[in-house]
């Protein structure tokens, strides 16, 4: 008998035989009174705002008042148009300039005030982190209290999908224990409720 044979059983052996259940956790998990209050406050304690819009109407205007400034913009939403059509181009490096990037997310969460993103075509992941400035827009409502409710809503399903949780502007605070905002991606967040 081999070395590797031997181990293996010994392993095998060696296992307990009695199968218990494990027990079930009923751990307490905060929740807010007012999430939209909640997530707002922790969202701009990392950096970042958020705004409620009614319409995409509204958040087209809202970006033509607080972006007078960004020419290249990107978006992946529908109905918001960018100045530069992401599928037009196969080398995610050519986004170096966009000033501001439109994207779409599925909910927030009010603990600590990330929004889960997942792209089911994220052509070009660099977008979310090249970007100078960062707009995510969130359907009205969906906020949740906790990491651990958001946990139970992500879902990637059998599709080949890229999903990640994005929580205010790029920041760093490695150096000297101070917060840089920007130190390596975009310098501004906003999350905005439609």
């Given at each position: 008998m081999s070395s590797r044979k031997a181990i293996l059983k010994a392993i095998k052996e060696g296992r307990?035989?009695?199968?218990?259940?494990?027990?079930?956790?009923?751990?307490?998990?905060?929740?807010?009174e007012?999430?939209?209050?909640k997530f707002a406050t922790t969202?701009?304690?990392?950096?970042?705002?958020?705004?409620?819009?009614?319409?995409?109407?509204?958040?087209?205007?809202?970006?033509?008042e607080h972006?007078?400034?960004?020419s290249v913009i990107v978006s992946t939403v529908s109905g918001l148009e960018g100045t530069k059509e992401l599928s037009a181009t196969d080398d995610p490096h050519t986004l170096k300039d966009v000033?501001?990037?439109?994207?779409?997310?599925?909910?927030?969460?009010?603990?600590?005030?990330?929004?889960?993103v997942k792209e089911a075509d994220a052509r070009h992941r660099a977008l979310y982190f090249i970007a100078q400035k960062l707009m995510i827009i969130v359907p009205k409502g969906e906020v949740v209290h906790s990491m651990h409710e958001?946990?139970?809503?992500?879902?990637?399903?059998?599709?080949?999908?890229?999903?990640?949780?994005?929580?205010?502007?790029s920041k760093t605070a490695d150096i000297e224990q101070s917060l840089v905002i920007g130190a390596h991606g975009a310098t501004e967040a906003c999350v905005v409720f439609v």
């Open positions: 307990p035989h009695n199968e218990n259940a494990l027990p079930e956790v009923n751990i307490f998990h905060t929740t807010y007012d999430l939209d209050a969202l701009a304690s990392v950096g970042g705002n958020a705004v409620h819009l009614e319409t995409l109407d509204s958040v087209k205007n809202y970006i033509k972006y007078k400034d960004a000033d501001l990037a439109i994207i779409k997310g599925e909910f927030a969460v009010a603990e600590n005030g990330a929004v889960w958001a946990y139970t809503r992500v879902n990637f399903g059998d599709k080949d999908v890229f999903g990640l949780f994005i929580s205010g502007p």
